[in-house]
């Protein structure tokens, strides 16, 4: 069974698109993807593609760069929280695991 991907993640924006809704030149984009910051998907020809979900995070990067926030903390930041939600998703699974148990509950 194969995971249906959602609007917000599919992977179809080209850069000139993000660089219009976000107020990023390409050359910013491509930069942000540099530091890690931000990850497209090549198409077959090597073309940048973007989902919504990267134009938020690109929004994001602008608005913390704004402030003054370097590009090394922000990706610290969302190691952190990728880190969290990654602890999250394991003790979330563990618990579902022991109520399973509890009730013998298999998997199919």
Do not use: C, H
Not at 79 to 87: G, N, P, S
Request: aromatic share 8%; proline share 2%; glycine share 6%.
């Amino acid at each position: 069974m194969t995971k249906e991907i959602s609007y917000k993640e599919r992977k179809v924006i080209t850069i000139g698109v993000v660089s219009e809704l976000t107020g990023l030149s390409e050359r910013q984009i491509r930069y942000y993807e540099e530091r890690k910051l931000i990850f497209p998907e090549r198409s077959p020809k090597g073309n940048r593609k973007y989902s919504f979900a990267d134009v938020e995070q690109l929004i994001d990067i602008a608005n913390k760069r704004e402030e003054g926030v370097q590009t090394y903390e922000i990706r610290q930041d969302m190691l952190k929280r990728k880190r969290a939600e990654d602890e999250k998703a394991i003790r979330k699974e563990m618990l579902r695991g022991q109520i399973n148990a509890r009730f013998g509950i298999q998997k199919e």
